[in-house]
């Protein structure tokens, strides 16, 4: 008994020593899933998850046995003309000669059942492979698949991407939205042939700026698909400048009173246009109630979720539906398809399920297992596997409209062009680790991803397939338009497509034309908060609404804006002004004080009168220099002055024109050396006048000798000299120059002679001040003299004006703008002219020429009076 015990129990250790030894030389496959899929063999295996069934059965759960695998239910026809797609473009690359030469592919095709449970473990199978034991350790040799076509939904990918990711496993959708997916730091190699939802929100917001409408509505279902979709959409409406006027969720539970509610919204509401993101299941309950309330006047745009759906293109729904803009992925044609799809046939192998159940699916058959039958697979007729496509209506054969299938044949080719660029490469000047190039007898995924993210093709149809740095293919879509059909019902009309080019950006084309719009004019509906702002206006936005609820305020002087709907205003540069109508810029009238000027024409007639008058009191005197009232007080001074005053009016004119650099340095310098010669000569006149009577009486007989004419000249030319000076230093120093001036007003540019030096004029005007006050003082002084004709009263009432009009001159000078300062400084010079010719010349021409018999000396010196 021991020793049969002995025995058994070395065999059983001897056993168990020798299924150790080769458990660790290979991997035994420890089970497998029920899946359902296609198979074909080739030198490389791509894989493919496809939605060819719509549910997931998962048996109940008794924890007292093993778990039953989870089972599909409903067939979906446009999954397996999906997943037949693939198979197509398969033998199509297999028989180009150019493409993958030498090299045969062939596909692992698993259903996934729209269940993240079953994409997951059709995934790993596919990483994995099916084999029952794997004796390579050294993992030498081809993976199992070099890449993978799936999954279609978004929450899948998300699931299988972050597990192969991890192994740099090339996946390539071609029905995974989420824009999500597009984050390289998470998903590596995932790729997609299908726009993201952010694309899709940007095309949306493409179309709404086409047609200018800035003033929209939003609806979108609660599901991820929608409310994501919302928060693009809502962010890109910012950006743009546009504005969502009401924004819904559509109630998941089809609740009436919520469905009434959003349509008192959308009437209530100014926006004309609504966009929808929702599945049609979501939408079908609103439109039913748009239809109940006739509610028309609107413009739907549709998602791609909804936008080719046939269940509102009945008769019913066209007067409020018709004119629907949409997008939808783009469309394709796939030659040669239709004739392939015919040509399927089921096989009795087990990894050719997909076509038995199809099979039996279209056809109502049943094939032959060997098992028990059912009553219900008693009725069935035994399918033949010959039976006739050709005679079906179904949606796997109906190639019209190849949108995700044309997605699915992109996605293959984009991985047989990135294998055929790695076969390609030359070694050592390859992108790997020392210019090395992939070996192609142990092929690494990540290797096919660099070349997969540098694929660069046009398909047959004419679309360009890359993908960005993101994974994301180019993107494109279809704009679609609903229109009506012969008999009442709606017909979907392609007039346009939106694109995203690598360097052109966003780019929209549509045939305005071919567009049907559900509205009495037949042309675009106006959706927008507020009117369009003309040019010469801007917008202001009204307190507590969105920016695009504005009011339209013109624009202020000196501002303009030549473009609709200005934000801000613009200012007209320094010597521009703005139009009356505020929509562009106008130079600035320049201002001064010219000839053609009625003040001009009046200065300068009284500066010529003044001139002429001058030249008739020398002439007067001229003719009557030998008489004693010319004679007086040296006739030489006389005349003098009356040459100063001359020049006193004609200075003015230097005044009057456009200023010019030498008109600038002229006219203050000639005023002040004039006025100066003037003022200068007549202080001499009154230091004579003074002397002589002095010199009259015993006490002052020595005073003339002071004073003779040479003395006089001297003392004039002195004076005037030191004017010279100063001018001189003032002109070489800060000379006048002409200068635009703004600060007067601002639409009108004053165009005068800026002074230079405030010092060099104020000394100018300071000199000729302390000549006329000391001339007055002494003219003041002298004022009672015994005369009968004291010129010394003359003087002292012309130095009086004289100075009442500088002194009057100075703030009238700094308080007037523009040319009117000029007028004033002109208007000093003549008054202050006019005032010495009047006092000093008026009463001696009078009695020249009205009482010659009072120009004698007796008369003068007043000795007639008293010999009477």
Known sequence: MCITLYLSLCLCFKHIYADS????????????????????????????????????????????????????????????????????????????????????LGYHLYDNCVMLRMAFRAAMSLASGTEDSYSNLNCTGPPPVIGIVGDASSTPSIAISSVLGLFRVPIVSHYATCSCLSDRKKYPSFFRTIPSDAFQVRAMVQILKHFKWTWVGLLYSGDDYGVYAAQMFHKEMQLSGHCVAFSEILPNDHNPKDIQRIIRVIQGSTARVVVVFALSSFLIPLMDEVVLQNMTGCQWIASEAWATSLEYHTPRFLPFLGGTLGIAIRRGEIEGLHEFLLRIRPSNDTSQNIV??????????????????????????????????????????????????????????????????????????????????????????????????????????????????NGDALAIYDVLNWQPSSDGSITVHKIGVVYEGATTGMMLTLDADAIYWNFETKKPPLSVCSESCPPGTRQATRKGLPLCCFDCLPCGDGEFSNTRDAVECMMCPDEFWSSPDKDQCVPKEVEFLSYEDPLGISLTTASLLGTCFCALVMIIFALHHNTPIVRANNSELSFLLLLSLKLCFLCVLLFIGRPQLWTCQLRHAVFGISFVLCVSSILVKTMVVIAVFKSSRPEGKGAMKWFGASQQRCTVLVLTALQVVICAVWLSTASPTPHKNNHYFRSIIVYECAIGSVAGFSLLLGYIGLLAAISFLLAFLARNLPDNFNEAKFITFSMLIFCAVWIAFVPAYVSSPGKYAVAVEIFAILASSFALLLAIFAPKCYIILLHPERNTKNAIMGRETQNK
């Open 21 to 104: 030894i080769h458990r660790l030389r290979s991997c035994q496959l420890q089970g497998r899933f029920k899946l359902n899929g296609m198979y074909q063999d080739g030198d490389f295996i791509l894989g493919g998850l496809f939605h060819v069934h719509f549910f997931t059965v998962f048996p109940e759960l008794s924890f007292r046995m093993e778990p039953q695998q989870p089972y599909c239910e409903k067939f979906n026809m446009e999954g397996l003309q999906h997943a037949q797609t693939m198979a197509f473009a398969i033998n199509e690359i297999n028989k180009n000669p150019t493409l993958l030469p030498n090299i045969t």
């Open 356 to 469: 038995r159940i199809f099979w039996e699916n279209l056809f109502g058959c049943r094939f032959e297992t060997g098992g028990l039958k059912t009553g219900r697979e008693q009725e069935k007729m035994e399918c033949t596997g010959q039976e006739d496509l050709s005679t079906t209506n179904t949606p796997y054969t109906d190639v019209s409209g190849l949108r995700a299938s044309y997605n699915v044949y992109k996605a293959v080719y984009a991985l047989a062009h990135g294998l055929h660029d790695l076969m390609q490469c030359e070694e050592g000047r390859g992108p790997f680790i020392g210019n090395s190039c992939a070996d192609i007898t142990s092929l690494k995924p990540w290797q096919l991803v660099h070349y997969l993210q540098n694929v660069n093709f046009t398909t047959g149809f004419g679309d360009h397939v890359t993908f960005d740095k």
